[in-house]
């Protein structure tokens, strides 16, 4: 059974850091693109990161280039999102989810498998 689990949020100051994990259990996460997504309270879901399954490139969404970055850690079965300069705005449940196709991983409507979230809280 295809699962990943979230950990890593919290509550931070403005301008702090966070490493949020992604981990996988029964399949193989190097296959899949793995994307992490946001949603804040009374907004939509957005994508605001990912990794593909066939090289390894990465993409960043606008609110997320400079300050975040995705990597893959195969040994540990596990995808992380490392957020520095964090902001108010970046308050939001951040969610990893994986789509089994090969190729780009941008496409954000592809993702059908899903963790239960976990809160990030960006506050003085």
């Known amino acids: 059974q295809l699962q990943l689990v979230e950990s890593g949020g919290g509550l931070v100051q403005p301008g702090g850091s966070l490493r949020l994990s992604c981990a996988a259990s029964g399949f193989t996460l190097d296959y899949y693109n793995i994307g992490w997504f946001r949603q804040a309270a009374g907004k939509e879901r957005e994508g605001i990161s990912c990794i593909s399954s066939n090289n390894g490139s990465t993409y960043y969404a606008d609110s997320a280039k400079g300050r975040f970055a995705i990597s893959r850690d195969s040994a540990k079965n596990t995808v992380y999102l490392q957020m520095n300069s964090l902001k108010p705005e970046d308050t939001a449940v951040y969610y990893c989810?994986?789509?089994?196709?090969?190729?780009?991983?941008?496409?954000?409507?592809?993702?059908?498998?899903w963790g239960q979230g976990t809160q990030v809280t960006v506050s003085s």
């Open positions: 989810a994986a789509d089994n196709r090969w190729g780009l991983c941008v496409l954000w409507n592809e993702y059908d498998s």
